[in-house]
């Protein structure tokens, strides 16, 4: 990972910086997602150049609702370093797995979930916008 950059969960403060990044997200949700401890963000020279989104299936799953990586930052291990953050995080809190999805039409998303130790395990058809799918993965947390 590039030097210099800092992962640590968002606080309030960050809400104009996440709410930059996550633009498909309403403030509330991105407030409250930090609020819960759910935002987890990197930050190098006092700027957010990362940003990770956690969402709970049935309360109790975690799910990435949104990881994104500044371009100019990307391709450093900056994605990387925030998801071992949310691993660790979610490892003390006892969660035994994680769940993420990119669109079926997306190779490079899907090529990172792979090489990051993600699994595919189902498809759905139509869901998003003109009907493309969504390819859901899942990641084993080792809690031993």
């Not at 990044?21 to 990362?50: F, K, P, T």
């Not at 990881?67 to 979610?90: A, I, M, N, P």
């Not at 699994?119 to 899942?138: A, H, S």
Request: proline letters at 3%; one cysteine or more; aromatic letters at 8%.
């Amino acid at each position: 990972m590039e030097h210099g950059v800092k992962v640590r969960h968002a606080t309030l403060t960050d809400l104009p910086s996440c709410k930059l990044l996550d633009h498909s997200a309403i403030e509330s949700a991105i407030r409250y997602a930090i609020e819960h401890q759910a935002v987890v963000v990197a930050e190098c020279d006092g700027n957010i150049i990362g940003y990770l989104r956690l969402e709970f299936l049935w309360s109790r799953i975690p799910y990435i609702g949104l990881v994104w990586v500044v371009e100019s930052h990307r391709d450093q291990g900056v994605g990387r370093s925030l998801l071992s953050f949310v691993e660790t995080d979610l490892r003390t809190k006892g969660h035994q797995m994680l769940i993420s999805s990119s669109q079926v039409d997306e190779p490079a998303p899907r090529d990172w979930h792979r090489s990051v130790g993600f699994v595919e395990c189902g498809v759905l058809d139509g869901i998003n916008k003109g009907g493309t799918g969504e390819v859901f993965f899942r990641k084993e947390l080792d809690t031993t």
